[in-house]
């Protein structure tokens, strides 16, 4: 599966961004998708991610009630959509995904990654 991400740009705090992951390779369906962030000087950090079928979402608590996730399985797609942005949420963004069951907010469950996008807020 390879992913490529997109989306990111500077945005002033209180703002909004859509990120984007398009999929290639593999039926998208059964993938586990999830967005994971690092900021400068920090470990990796779980966002978000949904199941294959879209009926489960999770998120770290910090982006709760101002983050969505969602996914076009039609258009192989992926999206994080960024609202009420906070100058702590810059980092570089990257989505990921995988076929197995586990705990969706650890990186070692996932396979395949993208190459990330920057996300910058200025506050």
């Known amino acids: 599966v390879q992913l490529q991400a997109s989306g990111g740009g500077l945005v002033q705090a209180g703002g909004s961004l859509r990120l984007s992951c398009a999929a290639s390779g593999r039926p998208f369906g059964t993938y586990v998708m999830g967005w994971f962030r690092q900021a400068p000087g920090k470990e990796h950090e779980f966002v978000a991610a949904i199941g294959w079928s879209a009926g489960g979402t999770f998120y770290t608590d910090s982006v709760k009630g101002r983050f969505t996730i969602s996914r076009d399985n039609a258009k192989n797609t992926v999206y994080l959509q960024m609202n009420s942005l906070k100058p702590e949420d810059t980092a570089v963004y990257y989505c990921?995904?995988?076929?197995?069951?586990?705990?969706?907010?650890?990186?070692?469950?996932?396979?395949?990654w993208g190459q990330g996008t920057l996300v910058t807020v200025s506050s």
């Open positions: 990921a995904a995988t076929a197995r069951s586990g705990v969706v907010s650890q990186r070692g469950m996932y396979d395949y």
